[in-house]
């Protein structure tokens, strides 16, 4: 059966070879590409948006003061000046360039890991497992970084950056000050990862089988790029959907609106957790999760290598 060869319209393909090119372990090297990738991407489209997250942040702590996105807007801008929409860069350059790095890098290596152990399984399984299990290391590395980035935003006199608000909140809070905020953050990205990612490669599939109507390799590296593009918004926004409530609860935590998660959502209300800046969430969320996929894949095609497609049933 070694080499077999099969006719698929027109084309003679070989099914042991995919097969085995599927089982076999991917390089480090190629793991170390996805870890950097996702370095790159989400760090440089999350500093891009932080204009938008400077409002997200306050309209979520401040509600009552900031009732609309116009609102925000106009008052930081007479208030603080446009500095105010820069505050927190810093977080947002290193804090999710770390969380890129291991969301991405490690669910590459979790999803090979995942679909040789659990071989009967559906392709929704090991997606959902896969980015469970990256999302877990990655926001352990952000909520340092998160920790400060919020207070940074949302209390103008706390700190100016990075650099002189870790020791500050190290001194008043001492370790459990930068991972305060840990279980929520788990609670808004773990359910938005594994949306994002399973929503990310069935949007891919789809747009191949059913919009494009070819194989990956038989499409140009723009073709490719440009389902990326398509997949990753519907990925973007259907995950902010579903990790709104948590995303609101991570904020009041860090500046202290409540002390506990139970005050939190009693303070918040149910309703208000799900519609709280939904609206400017959608707006952050979509376009930076599309270009993180766009960026990712755009170093993945210049290494050498393919845009993210789970190849495992392609030739079934």
Not at 79 to 107: D, I, N
């Amino acid at each position: 059966m070694r080499g077999a060869d099969v006719e698929v319209e027109g084309r003679s393909t070989s099914i042991i070879s995919v097969s085995e090119k599927l089982k076999a372990p991917y390089p480090y090297g190629y793991y170390g590409i996805c870890t950097v990738g996702g370095m790159l991407s989400a760090g440089t489209t999350h500093l891009a948006i932080t204009p938008l997250d400077v409002l997200k942040v306050n309209m979520q702590v401040h509600p009552v003061r900031y009732n609309s996105i116009s609102s925000c807007f106009t008052t930081l801008l007479r208030e603080q000046g446009p500095s105010a929409f820069w505050r927190g860069w810093a977080g947002k350059f290193f804090g999710y360039g770390v969380q890129g790095g291991c969301r991405f890098g490690l669910y590459e290596y979790f999803k090979r890991l995942y679909s040789d152990i659990f071989v009967d399984h559906n392709r929704s399984f090991i997606f959902f497992l896969s980015s469970a299990s990256a999302e877990v290391f990655a926001n352990i590395a952000l909520c340092p970084f998160e920790a400060i980035k919020v207070r940074v935003q949302a209390q103008p006199h706390f700190a100016k950056g990075l650099a002189d608000g870790f020791p500050k909140l190290y001194a008043s809070e001492g370790i459990h000050g930068f991972y305060r905020g840990l279980i929520p953050l788990w609670g808004r990205n773990l359910p938005f990862s594994m949306v994002m990612f399973s929503t990310f490669e069935h949007s891919v599939d789809f747009l191949y089988h059913k919009v494009v109507q070819k194989r990956k390799e038989d499409c140009s590296k723009g073709q490719q790029l440009g389902v990326t593009c398509l997949a990753g918004y519907a990925a973007g926004s259907v995950g902010s959907l579903i990790s709104n409530p948590a995303d609101n609860i991570v904020s009041s935590l860090y500046n202290k609106k409540a002390d506990s998660l139970i005050l939190v959502v009693k303070k918040i209300g149910l309703v208000n957790l799900f519609t709280r800046s939904l609206p400017i969430r959608i707006m952050l969320v979509g376009p930076a999760i599309t270009l993180q996929w766009l960026f990712y894949d755009t170093i993945k095609v210049l290494s050498g290598l393919s845009a993210s497609h789970d190849l495992s049933h392609e030739y079934l």
